[in-house]
């Protein structure tokens, strides 16, 4: 796993991009929105994984995706609770006309805070630099 790039509007960077007529691309970001709503609820302290999963999934549609899934997981299981805590994904896919767009955000939740996190902590800035360097994780 690698963070996600981006374009400038936002846009998840992908080759499937290129399947977007340019009037789709509003709509494409509608996963990034999508994805901003979840964030926006788990710092609100909302932790009621059904509530968010509706927030995400009405999100996409407002913006015209045909949304495939919206979904909170635990990481690294993906197993799939009734409450949100620890480090979690919320993963997002969606349909905007002939292109299927996925997009995920991962975040560290404890019952007062929400902050986005590495997938694994094998992924963090200093883990990779150490590989790289022959150092190992630090």
Not at 31 to 40: I, K, N, P, T, Y
Not at 86 to 94: E, N, T
Not at 120 to 127: N, R, V
Request: with cysteine; proline share 4%; charged share 25%.
């Amino acid at each position: 796993f690698v963070p996600t790039r981006r374009e400038d509007d936002g846009l998840a960077m992908s080759s499937r991009n290129r399947y977007l007529q340019e009037d789709q691309r509003g709509a494409a970001r509608g996963l990034s929105s999508a994805l901003s709503a979840g964030q926006a609820a788990l710092e609100a302290g909302e932790r009621d994984v059904a509530s968010i999963e509706t927030e995400v999934g009405d999100a996409m549609a407002r913006e015209g995706v045909r949304v495939d899934y919206g979904e909170l997981r635990c990481v690294p299981d993906l197993s799939h609770p009734k409450t949100a805590g620890g480090r979690m994904v919320l993963a997002v896919a969606g349909h905007v006309g002939a292109a299927r767009l996925i997009d995920n955000r991962c975040f560290q939740l404890d019952a007062q805070s929400a902050r986005l996190a590495p997938i694994l902590d094998e992924h963090t800035p200093d883990a990779v630099v150490g590989r790289w360097s022959g150092g190992g994780a630090r």
